[in-house]
């Protein structure tokens, strides 16, 4: 996290990999969601956590669902394609999209990561 004297991290500075989390609404979905990115070459790989409950504000009410998360191990240059891809095969109507920097890792498993993407 940035304290007000910190400078934000600047995405072209870091190693081109990415961490994006998505959560699914039931364990078929993820499996097709997953299958789908590796298929269409967006990811390197995607893990499939155990089901996590999620409590959230939707449509004015306090809601709580069972949800089963994905974290797809991608490349920056794939996030406007990946993102693109993953909203249009969703089934949610705003599903959680989002991409975190990989600042540091073994060297050889980021390589890995954006060869598999790019490739």
């Known amino acids: 996290m940035n304290t007000p004297n910190e400078t934000p991290v600047n995405p072209a500075d870091l190693n081109g990999a990415i961490l994006v989390i998505c959560n699914c609404p039931d364990a078929a979905c993820a499996e097709r969601l997953a299958t789908g990115l590796l298929a269409a070459r967006l990811a390197a790989c995607v893990s499939r956590p155990a089901a996590v409950t999620s409590t959230y504000h939707w449509n004015g009410a306090i ?26 095969q969703h089934p949610y109507d705003v599903p959680e999209i989002i991409a975190l920097p990989i600042v540091a890792g073994l060297p050889d498993y980021l390589a890995w990561i954006n060869q598999e993407v790019n490739a």
């Open 63 to 88: 809601e709580t669902a069972q949800e089963f998360p994905l974290h797809i191990k991608t490349s920056l240059s794939a996030w406007p394609r990946l993102q693109a891809w993953l909203a249009g």
